[in-house]
């Protein structure tokens, strides 16, 4: 599934503050955002104090570290994962498990990079583990561990997934859809289609991006919303870069749905939009097409 809009975007009549969560569900629908909100976190609270560490070392200061030692070796472990440092211990899997499994009362942001370890292992042995976190009383928790199942792509998880598409809070709904969108399951596209209809925009427009990658059409007046700037101008709260997400993720699930149909609407974006971004991203779509 390729880079989807951004779900932090706030409805006219919901607008969230820049809370931890807004920052979270900021990167289900735009996988670079993981690094920047870490990166962000990285600034914020400074980096642990060698830059020598090895997974084993992040591993064992997850175990016996201090109060912010800890939570801040989870974060440095996920990044070395996501360099691809994790092919030097095939073991890595059942410590980390081990260690999430004990984490249920301790400090969240534990929990929440742990998760993001699992997800980037790759390992379906993870599964019981994040499924088990959706019933975490922390919200934020239960978002990351959805996040890491739409990594890992297991069937066993689409029935969890499709009951949190369906959850009374609208981060869960929007960050599950993504996850559903992610395992490329064809069993979540009824789950996908109902969502379309969902009072909250960025929940419909996730609904909508998940089911372009199935090539279902009943996508597209959602998507014809993400395009459509002046509807985008009237959202309350809606900061510019995200309208320029919103759209430009748009435009790749147009691309998916119409093909070649799509050249009017994009040659329209791309002659007449106020962002240089959008306009430079119609562009190379149309150019896609050729």
Known sequence: MTAPIEPGVPSATDVPKESPRTILVQFVLLPLGVVLVGVAVFLLFGKLASEEHSIPDYVNEIRSGGRHERWQAAYQLSKSIQRGEAKKYPDLEPQIAAIYGQSKNDDPRIRRYLSMVLGQLGDRRATPLLLDALGDRDVETRLYA???????????????????????DKDVRKTALYALGEMGDSRAVPTLAAALTDQTPDVRWNAAVALSGFGDKRALSAVHEMLDRSHLDQIAGMRDDQKEDVMISGMTALLKLAGRDSIPDL??????????????????????LK
């Open 267 to 288: 040659q329209r974006i791309a002659n007449s939009d106020k962002s240089l971004r959008v306009r430079d991203a119609a562009r190379s779509a149309v150019a896609s």
């Open 146 to 168: 959805l996040l890491a199942l739409g990594q890992l792509r297991d069937p066993a998880a689409l029935p969890r997934l499709q009951q949190a598409a369906a959850d009374e």
